[in-house]
C-alpha cells in the first residue's frame, strides 16, 4: 500500500531564515505530487503540483519554490520566510482521477 | 474562475440526527470530486465520485454526484460525537484540486 511522509511534524522558525520541508512517497511510482497551505481556520491553498520529475506548476506567486529531484520526492523551500508564511503544510498524492492522499503535515510557525 | 463553494458553513446538531452537507461547483475540465474529513490534523479521505447519480456509502456515510446541477452532498446519519470534523470538498480539474473552506460539524453528546 501507498504511504506518504512529511517532516519535521512541526518547525519554529524566525523570519527571514530559509525553509525546506520534505515529501516522500511509498508504494507507487510516477504520482502526481502537490503541496497546500492551510492559514489557521481557513482552507487548502494549492501552492505546487507535481506530474513528474523535474515537472513543477506554480498556482500562487510567491516566496516559495518547490523542487521534485526524484519521483517520489517532493521539496518546498524558502530562502527567506515571511511572517505570512505560518501555516499548516500539507504534501499530497494521487489525481489523475485516482484518489488524492495527504500526509500527516507540517506545523509552521514563523516568529 | 474555478470555484467550489460549501454550505453551510457550520452546523450543530444532536447524537442520533441526520446531517447533509453541500457542495457545487463550476470548474472547466470536471474530473472527480472528493469528500474528506479534517480533525485537528491532515485530512483523511471520505469518497471519491466520478458518475452522477452512483452513490457511494461507508457505513453511516454516504454520497452522491449530480453532475448535471454540478453539486454534490455527503450525507451522514445516526450522528456520533466522534463526527465532529470540518469536511471538505475538492473537485480535481485537470491535474489540480480545487477545495472548497469546508463545513465545519459539530455533534453534541
Known amino acids: 500500500s501507498q504511504t506518504i511522509h512529511q517532516w519535521p511534524a512541526t518547525l519554529v522558525q524566525p523570519v527571514g531564515s530559509p525553509l525546506s520541508l520534505e515529501c516522500t512517497v511509498e508504494?507507487?511510482?510516477?504520482?502526481?505530487l502537490y503541496w497546500y497551505r492551510q492559514a489557521a481556520g481557513r482552507g487548502l491553498q494549492l501552492l505546487f503540483y507535481?506530474?513528474?520529475?523535474?515537472?513543477i506548476s506554480s498556482e500562487v506567486p510567491q516566496n516559495l519554490s518547490a523542487s521534485r529531484p526524484q519521483d517520489r520526492q517532493f521539496i518546498l523551500s524558502s530562502k527567506k520566510l515571511l511572517l505570512s508564511d505560518s501555516g499548516f503544510y500539507l504534501c499530497?498524492?494521487?489525481?489523475?482521477?485516482?484518489?488524492?492522499?495527504f500526509g500527516p503535515g507540517t506545523r509552521l510557525t514563523v516568529t | 474562475e474555478d470555484k467550489v463553494v460549501q454550505s453551510p458553513l457550520s452546523l450543530v446538531v444532536h447524537e442520533g440526527d441526520t446531517v447533509t452537507l453541500n457542495c457545487s461547483y463550476e470548474v472547466t475540465n470536471f474530473r472527480s470530486l472528493l469528500w474528506y474529513k479534517q480533525e485537528k490534523k491532515a485530512p483523511t479521505f471520505l469518497f471519491m465520485l466520478t458518475s452522477s447519480g452512483i452513490e457511494k456509502k461507508s457505513g453511516r456515510l454516504s454520497s452522491i454526484l449530480d453532475k448535471k446541477e454540478l453539486f454534490s452532498i455527503l450525507n451522514i446519519t445516526a450522528t456520533q460525537t466522534g463526527d465532529s470534523a470540518v469536511y471538505l470538498c475538492?473537485?480535481?480539474?485537470?491535474?489540480?484540486?480545487?477545495f472548497g473552506t469546508g463545513t465545519r460539524l459539530k455533534v453534541l453528546a
Open positions: 507535481s506530474v513528474g520529475i523535474g515537472q
Open positions: 508504494g507507487t511510482s510516477n504520482p502526481n
Open positions: 499530497a498524492w494521487g489525481g489523475g482521477s485516482y484518489e488524492q492522499y
Open positions: 475538492a473537485v480535481e480539474a485537470a491535474y489540480k484540486y480545487i
